[in-house]
C-alpha cells in the first residue's frame, strides 16, 4: 500500500486536518468561562447552549482523533520534504504535542466533570449524570481538572498558533511546499 514519494498528503488525512482545525477553534471559543460558579448556582448545564456545544464539538474533536490515528497506521505514504534537521526534529516534536493535546483534552474535562460529580449534556438531550468510576478513582483527586483542562484548551490554541505560523513561514520564505502538502490539490494522473 506504501507509495515511494509524494508531495501531498491523501485526502483523507487532508479532511481530519481541516475538520478537526475548525472544530478545536470553534469549540475553544465556546469554551464555558465560569462554569464552577454556575454549577454552584445550581444551573444545568443542559439549559446552556454554550456549555453544550462546546461538550459535544469536544466529543467530536475525540472521534475524529482516534479514527485520524487509526487512519495514520493505514495511510499511503506521507511526503518527506527536505529541510534542517532542527526544524524536523522541532515539527515531529509539535505534532507530537498537538496529539497528545488533542487527546488530552476530552481526557481532562472527564476527569473534571467526574471529579466535581457534574453532568456530561451533549445536543440532542444526551446526557450523562454521574460518572462513578472517575469519582471514586484516585486520580479524581490529584488536580482541580478543570484548571488544568482549561490550561491545555488555551495551549492547543497557541500551539496551533506555532504551527500554523510555521507552515506559512515555509511557504513564504522557505518556499518548500511543507504548507501546499496539507492543501487540497489537482491529484496528478
Ligand atoms: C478540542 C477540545 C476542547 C477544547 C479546545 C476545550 C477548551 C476549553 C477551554 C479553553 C476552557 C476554559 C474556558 C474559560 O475558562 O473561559 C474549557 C472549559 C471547559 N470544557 Fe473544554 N475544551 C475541549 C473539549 C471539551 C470536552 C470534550 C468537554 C466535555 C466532555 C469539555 C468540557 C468543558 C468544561 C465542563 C469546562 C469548564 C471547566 C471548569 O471550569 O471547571 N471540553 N474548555
Ligand atoms: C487547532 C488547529 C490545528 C491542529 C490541532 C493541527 C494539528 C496538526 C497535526 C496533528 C498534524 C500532523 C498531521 C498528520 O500527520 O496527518 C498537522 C500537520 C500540518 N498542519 Fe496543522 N493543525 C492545526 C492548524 C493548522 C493551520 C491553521 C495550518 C496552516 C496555516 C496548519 C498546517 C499544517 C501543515 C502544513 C501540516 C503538515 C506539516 C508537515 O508535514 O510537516 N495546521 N497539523
Redesign the pocket.
Known amino acids: 500500500m506504501k507509495q515511494q514519494s509524494t508531495s501531498h498528503y491523501d485526502s483523507l488525512s487532508l479532511a481530519f486536518h481541516w475538520v478537526t482545525a475548525v472544530v ?1 477553534t470553534i ?2 471559543i465556546l ?3 465560569g ?2 460558579r454556575l454549577m454552584r448556582q445550581g444551573i444545568d448545564p443542559a439549559t446552556r447552549s454554550d456549555i453544550v456545544w ?2 459535544s464539538l ?2 467530536l ?2 472521534v475524529l482523533t482516534v479514527l485520524r490515528l487509526i487512519w495514520v497506521a493505514l495511510r499511503p505514504a506521507t511526503p518527506q520534504i527536505l529541510m534542517a534537521g532542527w526544524m524536523h526534529v522541532t515539527s515531529k516534536l509539535v505534532h507530537l504535542l498537538l496529539w497528545s493535546l488533542l487527546l488530552a ?2 481526557i481532562t ?2 476527569l ?2 467526574g471529579s466535581e460529580a457534574h453532568p ?1 449534556t451533549l445536543l440532542g438531550g444526551v446526557r450523562i449524570d454521574k460518572m462513578p468510576m472517575i469519582a471514586d478513582s484516585a486520580i479524581a483527586k490529584l488536580a482541580d481538572w ?1 484548571d488544568v ?2 490550561f491545555l ?2 495551549a ?1 490554541m497557541w500551539l496551533a498558533g506555532l504551527h500554523a505560523a510555521a507552515a506559512i513561514y515555509h511557504h513564504v520564505v522557505l518556499k518548500d511546499g511543507v504548507l501546499s502538502a496539507m492543501l487540497p490539490h489537482k491529484r496528478s494522473s
Do not use: C, K, S, T
Request: net charge negative.
Open positions: 478545536v469549540a475553544f469554551g464555558p468561562g462554569f464552577g462546546h461538550e469536544g466529543i474533536v475525540l483534552l476530552p474535562a472527564f473534571a466533570l456530561l478543570g483542562h482549561a484548551g488555551d492547543i
